[in-house]
């Protein structure tokens, strides 16, 4: 679902991103999880590097310049010479990044035991990311391009303006459109855990058609659920491999967590939070972009060899708010937590689930704190326990 990129709220980290080891593993085990996730956060970090690195060298070494002026005289109209060189530029950058792509997604969870993928399923799955984010991308791209003709350095408002409506339409969409492209969705049907779902539904206003399960385990043996769509498209989705491990106590406190966040009005709140994001990124681009212009040699801001220099600011800008993302996301996440234990009354299922989930993704309990600051969306599962155990006391000394 992440490869597809839309904000979808999750119980846990999603996948590629380092996360929670089982409390009481043994020092092997927690040898391996650490080792893990370390190595997965390296892929990751030098990934943003390399391409930070790459960009800067495109612009640098006139390469940007040469493509800019091939794809000039070869196109005559000007927004298809746009497509084409960010088609080929994308294409570059695609290729020269494969060797960690594959290392990450493919030969370390293969390597860790977490993949049931074969290479061309892993590959093909890649491609259907890669024509998805493609065909997106190219509305996305046009209408960039003729607010910076149209608008000149003010460009950043409309297409603000533009990318809120054009993401909160997709959100809408993605649960019936996209998400099928990459896993099947069929309706939760054990009859007694049904009956269960629909009680908590009810009681937390949520339309109990939205409950479906989709089948994670054609690529992994990590587990998920989570919290897709607005308005009528809203839905709570079960992974799979989490409704054949877990007992039917511990998906309901799973799914108490997914309501949580819709109960709690996560979802607009999240909303709200990335459009602010989104203007202030875009405004703050708009005037680093024209300083690296002259201090690049341009002189029009629609110079088409200009523009990696465009995606570098706002790539850098994305990697620097993420951490103030991740600190609300954590946030609601410990709200969802609290909403499933009070909703569930069932703290110790709440807690067994997270403990099974931290060992079926191999996810590392007790990250390092400026790692969990600056990267994890989710509070690390040890924390998550030491909270829910409090709740868990706290419960038992009002029922006793
Ligand atoms: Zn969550």
Same mark, same amino acid.
């Given at each position: 679902m992440s490869a597809v990129g839309f904000k979808v709220m999750e119980l846990a980290e999603e996948s590629g991103r380092p996360v929670p080891p089982k409390a009481g593993a043994t020092s092997e085990n927690r040898t391996r999880v650490e080792a893990y996730n370390r190595r997965k956060l390296v892929v990751s970090l030098s990934g943003t590097v390399l391409l930070f690195a790459f960009v800067i060298a495109v612009v640098a070494t006139g390469f940007s310049r040469n493509i800019a002026s091939l794809t000039s005289s070869a196109c005559?109209?000007?927004?298809?010479?746009? !497509?084409?060189f960010a088609a080929l530029l994308g294409i570059t950058e695609i290729v020269l990044s494969f060797p960690l792509k594959f290392y990450s997604g493919f030969y370390l969870e293969h390597a860790y035991s977490l993949s049931s993928q074969t290479f061309f399923h892993w590959l093909w799955e890649q491609t259907k990311a890669l024509l998805v984010g493609g065909f997106l991308g190219i509305p996305v791209l046009l209408v960039f391009f003729y607010c910076l003709e149209k608008f000149g350095n003010s460009w950043w408002l409309p297409v603000a303006v533009v990318m809120f409506i054009f993401t909160t339409l997709l959100a809408r969409i993605a649960p019936k459109v996209i998400f099928p492209l990459f896993y099947k969705f069929t309706r939760l049907e054990k009859e007694e855990l049904k009956e269960r779902i629909n009680r908590l539904c009810a009681e937390a206003g949520f339309h109990v058609k939205g409950v479906f399960s989709f089948n994670m385990s054609k690529n992994t043996k990590k587990a998920n659920a989570g919290f897709t769509g607005l308005g009528k498209t809203k839905r709570v989705i079960l992974g799979d491999?989490?409704?054949? $491990?877990?007992? =039917? /106590? =511990?998906?309901?406190?799973? !799914?108490?967590?997914?309501?949580?966040?819709? #109960?709690?009005?996560?979802?607009? $709140?999240? +909303?709200? !939070?990335?459009?602010? %994001?989104?203007? %202030?990124?875009?405004? +703050?681009?708009? #005037?680093?972009?024209?300083?690296?212009?002259?201090l690049f040699g341009f002189e029009r801001i629609d110079d088409l060899a200009a523009f990696p220099l465009l995606g570098l600011w706002l790539g850098l800008f994305g990697f620097l708010t993420s951490p103030i993302m991740n600190l609300i996301s #954590? #946030?609601? =996440?410990?709200?969802? /937590?609290?909403?499933? +234990?009070?909703?569930?009354?069932?703290?110790?299922?709440?807690? /067994?689930?997270?403990? $099974?989930l931290a060992e079926m993704n191999l996810a590392d309990s007790a990250p390092n704190p400026v790692v969990e600051f600056l990267f994890h969306s989710h509070p690390s599962i040890e924390k998550r326990i030491k909270r829910a155990e409090s709740e868990r006391d706290k419960y038992a000394a009002v029922t006793s």
């Open positions: 005559n109209n000007q927004y298809l010479a746009f !497509l084409v491999t989490l409704l054949e $491990k877990f007992s =039917e /106590d =511990e998906i309901e406190t799973v !799914l108490a967590h997914e309501l949580g966040h819709y #109960r709690l009005g996560h979802i607009w $709140k999240g +909303i709200l !939070l990335s459009t602010v %994001v989104m203007f %202030v990124g875009l405004f +703050i681009t708009s #005037r680093l972009y024209l300083v690296s212009l002259s #954590r #946030r609601h =996440e410990y709200e969802a /937590d609290q909403y499933a +234990i009070k909703k569930s009354g069932n703290p110790s299922a709440f807690i /067994d689930a997270l403990k $099974k």
